[in-house]
T-cell receptor
Framework: ETGVTQTPRHLVMGMTNKKSLKCEQH?????MYWYKQSAKKPLELMFV???????ENNSVPSRFSPECPNSSHLFLHLHTLQPEDPALYLC?????????????FGQGTRLTVV | GQNIDQPTEMTATEGAIVQINCTYQ??????LFWYQQHAGEAPTFLSY??LDGLEEKGRFSSFLSRSKGYSYLLLKELQMKDSASYLC??????????WGAGTKLIIKP
């Protein structure tokens, strides 16, 4: 059983819909991340949070909006999606930033745009 | 710039040994991670190397040469369940993981 839980596992959205992805970690970690994984491409880091504060935003379009209400929960709000957005969206957590410890991943949300 | 290079796909036989290579260029270095990812599943941590040499963990071993910017993952006594993608990820000076595209390993009976 993973310490990082993501819901939903699959999401089908119209381009004009608004939906949210949820991530919860039960590991007591201070850092949380959103990644995008497209087929045959490296993981793309989207957002990084440390102790509920956003510390990095890698030029992600504004149609992706993260929210971190506390150190255990992370959301990714989606709207006005584009054809290049279908992918596996992975949440991860690690003990802290700036330390060389491993990240723990959730199983991801597979996003399909119709 | 930062770059990771690993083969896209490899095929091996059940019971055999396979070595997955990874070369990297990063801005600074804080160790290198290997992750395993089964199709539709979360990446899971396999190994971490920060010093040169071989780290052995059961059937899996990982090697690092910092001077060459090179690492490999060695899988012994391959089992069908080892069919997965293997992701090489060095950590740069900002403690950010730099991800390769992964090597898809196919195990045949």
């Amino acid at each position: 059983e993973t310490g990082v839980t993501q819901t939903p596992r699959h999401l089908v959205m119209g381009m004009t819909n608004k939906k949210s992805l949820k991530c919860e970690q039960h590991l007591g970690h201070n850092a949380m991340y959103w990644y995008k994984q497209s087929a045959k491409k490296p993981l793309e880091l989207m957002f990084v949070y440390s102790l509920e504060e956003r510390v990095e935003n890698n030029s992600v379009p504004s149609r992706f909006s993260p929210e971190c209400p506390n150190s255990s929960h992370l959301f990714l709000h989606l709207h006005t999606l584009q054809p290049e957005d279908p992918a596996l969206y992975l949440c991860a957590s690690s003990q802290d930033l700036d330390v060389n410890t491993e990240a723990f991943f959730g199983q991801g949300t597979r996003l399909t745009v119709v | 710039g930062q770059n990771i290079d690993q083969p896209t796909e490899m095929t091996a036989t059940e019971g055999a040994i396979v070595q997955i290579n990874c070369t990297y260029q990063t801005s600074g270095f804080n160790g290198l991670f290997w992750y395993q990812q089964h199709a539709g599943e979360a990446p899971t941590f396999l190994s971490y190397n920060v010093l040169d040499g071989l780290e052995e963990k059961g059937r899996f071993s990982s090697f690092l040469s910092r001077s060459k910017g090179y690492s490999y993952l060695l899988l012994k006594e391959l089992q069908m369940k080892d069919s997965a993608s293997y992701l090489c990820a060095p950590m740069d000076s900002n403690y950010q993981l730099i991800w390769g595209a992964g090597t898809k390993l196919i195990i045949k009976p």
